[in-house]
Nanobody
Framework: QVQLVESGGGLVQAGGSLRLSCAAS????????MGWYRQAPGHQRELVAT???????NYSDSVKGRFTISRDNAKNTVYLQMNSLKPEDTAVYYC????????????WGQGTQVTVSS
C-alpha cells in the first residue's frame, strides 16, 4: 500500500516562500514519476511540477522560474520549493506518484493548504 504524506503548507505573504514535502512509504525508486498538483476552490486540479525517476523536472508555465521540484531518494521524499509566491498560488497542494507496472496507477496524498495573502 502506497502512502504519501504532505507537509509544509501554511499562510504566507505575497513574495514569500514555502517548502512542501511529500514523504512516501517505502522507496521512491519504484515510481516512474512523482509530482505536485494543486486545486483552488472552483477550479480543476492542475499540474504544478513533476520529476521523473531519473530526476528530470517539468513545470507548468505559471510556476516556471519560481518553483523548484527535487527528490531525496535516501529519505523517500519529494520537495517543492516555492519562491516569489503570489495570491493566485493559493490552493490545496497534492503529492502524486505514478507507478507503471503492467497498468498505470496514480497515488495521491491528502493535500496541504497553501494560502498566499496580498
Amino acid at each position: 500500500q502506497v502512502q504519501l504524506v504532505e507537509s509544509g503548507g501554511g499562510l504566507v505573504q505575497a513574495g514569500g516562500s514555502l517548502r512542501l514535502s511529500c514523504a512516501a512509504s517505502g522507496s521512491i525508486f519504484r515510481f516512474n514519476a512523482m509530482g505536485w498538483y494543486r486545486q483552488a476552490p472552483g477550479h480543476q486540479r492542475e499540474l504544478v511540477a513533476t520529476i521523473t525517476s531519473g530526476g528530470s523536472p517539468n513545470y507548468s508555465d505559471s510556476v516556471k522560474g519560481r518553483f523548484t521540484i527535487s527528490r531525496d531518494n535516501a529519505k523517500n521524499t519529494v520537495y517543492l520549493q516555492m519562491n516569489s509566491l503570489k495570491p493566485e498560488d493559493t490552493a490545496v497542494y497534492y503529492c502524486n506518484a505514478v507507478l507503471a507496472v503492467a497498468v498505470i496507477r496514480n497515488y495521491w496524498g491528502q493535500g496541504t493548504q497553501v494560502t498566499v495573502s496580498s
